[in-house]
């Protein structure tokens, strides 16, 4: 019997995608630079990579900070300064709050059923803020996001740091709800809890997939618990 849900944030509460796009285009108005139509692209091909490095230990969150733009604007050949274009970016992403479609009206369903808390890989004050601007702070009783930890997910030092606030409540008794196979649903499912992997972008199931269940839309989790 499920007593607490874990859940992301990026992509699976809020609209990463549209927040980080709409960001993008507001550092670019502000330092008034020209971009090409394929800086999206170059963005999320960047952004997912060095995310990848950050959950297998060999990149600090501070590092992408240093670099993201920088080999961004390689990618896209953009001549700018990336460091300056990346601190602009990360103070409008701190306060965009797109839902995903269905976020609160799963967060309403939830509620009063059981212990929900925040799963997150990002800066405490940006995840904050954006939960708070999206109206959806108060619906958690945990917080736990990685910089506050001082471990990422997939870690599991950072799933232990959660059970360890949840107790008494076994890990049998806690689901892990994401978007990422590689942060969300391997290093949940590897810590011994179930696991319910959100497919956001719709891309093809791979054959090793570990989650218990799989939703195209957050409304299906609805059927789950």
Not at 60 to 79: M, S
Not at 93 to 120: E, F, M, Q, W
Not at 128 to 146: D, P, V, W
């Amino acid at each position: 019997m499920i007593k607490a849900v874990l859940l992301d944030v990026d992509n699976t509460l809020l609209d990463f995608n549209l927040c980080a796009t709409e960001s993008i285009y507001k550092s670019a108005q502000d330092m008034k630079i020209p971009l090409p139509d394929n800086i999206i692209s170059a963005f999320f091909e960047v952004n997912t990579e060095l995310w990848h490095d950050i959950e297998k230990g060999v990149l600090t969150r501070e590092e992408l900070h240093r670099i993201r733009f920088i080999k961004v604007f390689e990618k896209a050949n953009v001549n700018a300064d990336g460091v300056e274009f990346e601190k602009k970016f990360v103070e409008h992403v701190k306060h965009s709050a797109v839902h995903v479609n269905g976020a609160k009206d799963l967060l309403d369903h939830l509620k009063d059923k059981y212990i929900l808390c925040t799963a997150s890989n990002a800066s405490a004050y940006q995840q904050k803020n954006r939960l708070t601007k999206a109206g959806f702070i108060g619906y958690f009783k945990h917080l736990f996001i990685s910089e506050e930890i001082g471990e990422p997910k997939p870690s599991k030092k950072f799933f232990e740091a959660c059970f360890d606030y949840l107790a008494p409540i076994d890990k049998s008794e806690i689901i892990m709800i994401g978007d990422s196979l590689t942060a969300d649903i391997n290093g949940a499912h590897a810590c011994g809890i179930k696991t319910c992997w959100y497919n956001h972008d719709k891309i093809g199931i791979p054959k090793d997939v570990c989650a218990d269940y799989i939703v195209n839309s957050l409304d299906e989790i609805k059927n789950i618990l």
